[in-house]
Nanobody
Framework: QVQLVESGGGSVQAGGSLRVSCVVS????????MGWFRQAPGKKREGVAT???????TYRDSVKGRFTISQDNTKTTLYLQMNSLKPEDTAMYYC???????????????WGQGTQVTVSS
């Protein structure tokens, strides 16, 4: 059974940094896409960053240059390093994964429970 468990969220002032982590277990796909989505109150869930098994990464425009997605060497932990945080980054952050290398939203079928990130001005 695939499980994704996020941690590392919290509260920070604007301009600060946080790193959220996602421990992945039971996931045996060699070709995959993993990523981070977020959802703010009253808003739709949106993709933040993705990383494929071939190392290709993508970011939404509003976080480019501030956020970095990465994995550990064993590929069992996914990270999102968030720098220069802004109040508009406040949201629940979710870790997610696919069963193939495609990163289309509909391909993300495994989800964690989320970790809250709150940025105050």
């Amino acid at each position: 059974q695939v499980q994704l468990v996020e941690s590392g969220g919290g509260s920070v002032q604007a301009g600060g940094s946080l790193r959220v982590s996602c421990v992945v277990s039971g996931y045996t796909y060699n070709s995959y896409c993993m990523g981070w989505f977020r959802q703010a109150p009253g808003k739709k869930r949106e993709g933040v960053a993705t990383i494929r098994s071939d190392g290709v990464t993508t970011y939404r425009d509003s976080v480019k240059g501030r956020f970095t997605i990465s994995q550990d060497n064993t590929k069992t932990t996914l990270y999102l390093q968030m720098n220069s945080l802004k109040p508009e980054d406040t949201a629940m952050y979710y870790c997610t994964a696919t069963r193939a290398i495609a990163c289309y939203t509909a391909d993300f079928i495994y989800w964690g429970q989320g970790t809250q990130v709150t940025v105050s001005s």
